[in-house]
């Protein structure tokens, strides 16, 4: 059939929430130039080159090749749910009940969705960052809630003013969704950055959706730290975490989240009717990458990724017109081009049809975004050489 027959049927108004985003764009855009046999560099994708570390995958082919490979508990293994839990108390400090505390979840994005259908009406608002991750407002409006973002001024390093996040709240106001380390501008909240939003959500009674994907990739003299362990959060705090990022296993679609019981309970309930369970034998391999101190593979990847990033950061910050520091956490790193006088978009474009490097246009993580762009740090030491003698000619 084709697409215009289909769509003269009509489709659900919640998909105009979610217009074609500037990252699918360029995306798309690399696609073609690879098929025309261009050599492009991707800097784009938010993944690391290394695959899985083998000891993972060989666990869990194990575990498929003999015989598990059933629907789970709609909750996750108790197995996984330990390990995470063992990883909770070993890396983070908190004491989580496996039992009730702990759902298993398809990667962080599901981790989300579970949380917004647990706690949001219609009409509710979220309180969320700009710049931030491109699929949080979509995904809090196909539940009908309404995303309120808050500006992360680059003046106050890109963390919130306490004044105008708390002045963002309002009758409707539910949550307050943040993610640290910061996707895209390398932020790690400290203890005390935590607080502006602690005062505010307990202040507001308020849930707050914590997105700590890259919390395992922190850099220097950074450390990260878990709002649910500040006083009065445990209560109110929906902590998502994975293994996506950081021990590069995003196809395996698995993480957690971390609640209070009652939110726990109703997610299971939204799981059971909407996918069932986390794969089985995926449980098995993650349950091996969290059950134990991070192996060698994943320590060798996570120094060389530090290495990557600072390399790659520090280029960049040499080329004419860019400022860019090295991340406090994550991989990426987020490009100040607003001396040059660019504006994001058209300089991505321009900088992958004619110079075949693809970056993410700043403007593609909201308002705040225009004027940045967002160059992942952790492909190959030869792309990223590459990338960078053609950014040097893009920028002279
Ligand atoms: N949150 C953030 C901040 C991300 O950067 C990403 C991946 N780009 C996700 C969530 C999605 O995580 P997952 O693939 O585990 O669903």
Redesign the pocket.
């Known amino acids: 059939m084709k697409t215009e027959n289909t769509t003269s049927l009509g489709l659900a108004n919640r998909i105009h929430a979610a217009p074609e985003s500037a990252t699918v764009r360029i995306a798309d855009l690399a696609k073609k130039l690879r098929r025309r046999g261009e050599d492009v560099v991707d800097f784009s994708a ?2 690391a080159f290394e695959d899985t570390p083998k000891d993972i995958c060989n666990t869990a082919s194990k575990a498929m090749m003999s015989g598990d490979t059933h629907q789970t508990m709609a909750q996750g293994k108790p197995e996984y749910r330990e390990a995470v839990a063992k990883k909770l108390k070993r890396e983070n400090g908190i004491d989580a009940d496996p039992e009730s505390e702990i759902i298993a979840t ?7 969705t579970l949380s917004l259908l647990a706690t949001i009406n219609p009409g509710d608002e979220v309180i969320l960052e700009d710049p931030g ?1 491109v ?1 949080y407002a979509p995904t809090i409006q196909f539940f009908g809630g309404v995303p309120v973002p808050v500006p992360l001024r680059p003046e106050n390093n890109h963390r919130w003013d306490e004044e105008e996040l708390r002045a963002a709240v309002t009758d409707r106001t539910k949550a307050i969704l943040f ?1 640290s380390p ?2 895209p501008t390398g932020v790690v909240h400290t203890p005390e950055n935590l607080e502006i939003i602690s005062r505010v959500a307990i202040e507001k009674n308020l849930y707050v959706i914590s ?1 700590e ?2 919390e395992r990739v922190v850099w220097g003299r950074h450390r990260h730290t878990c709002i649910s362990t500040l006083p009065g959060m445990k209560e109110r705090s929906i902590t ?1 975490m ?4 950081t021990a590069s296993m ?1 196809g395996w ?3 957690f989240a971390y609640a209070p019981e009652p939110v726990i309970k109703a997610m299971i309930t939204l799981q059971q009717h909407l996918a069932t369970c986390v794969s089985s034998f995926t449980q098995v391999g993650a349950a091996h990458a969290f059950g134990e101190e991070p192996g060698p593979e994943l320590t060798t990847m996570w120094k060389n990724w530090e290495r990557r990033c600072e390399y790659m950061t520090g280029e960049l910050d040499k080329l004419p017109g860019v400022s860019c520091a090295m991340p406090e956490g994550g991989f990426y790193g987020w490009a100040d081009i607003r001396e040059t006088g660019k504006a994001s978009e058209p300089f991505a474009e321009k900088l992958l049809t004619e110079h075949h490097v693809a970056v993410v246009p700043g403007a593609a993580f909201g308002k705040q975004g225009e004027g940045f762009l967002r160059i992942t740090c952790v492909k190959s030491d030869q792309e990223l050489e590459k990338g960078i003698e053609r950014m040097k000619k893009a920028f002279a």
Do not use: A, Q
Not at 106 to 112: D, E
């Open positions: 938010g993944r398809f990667g962080c994005k599901n981790g989300l991750f699929s993610c910061h996707n997105d994907i890259y998502l994975g293994l996506t990022k995003g679609r698995v993480g």
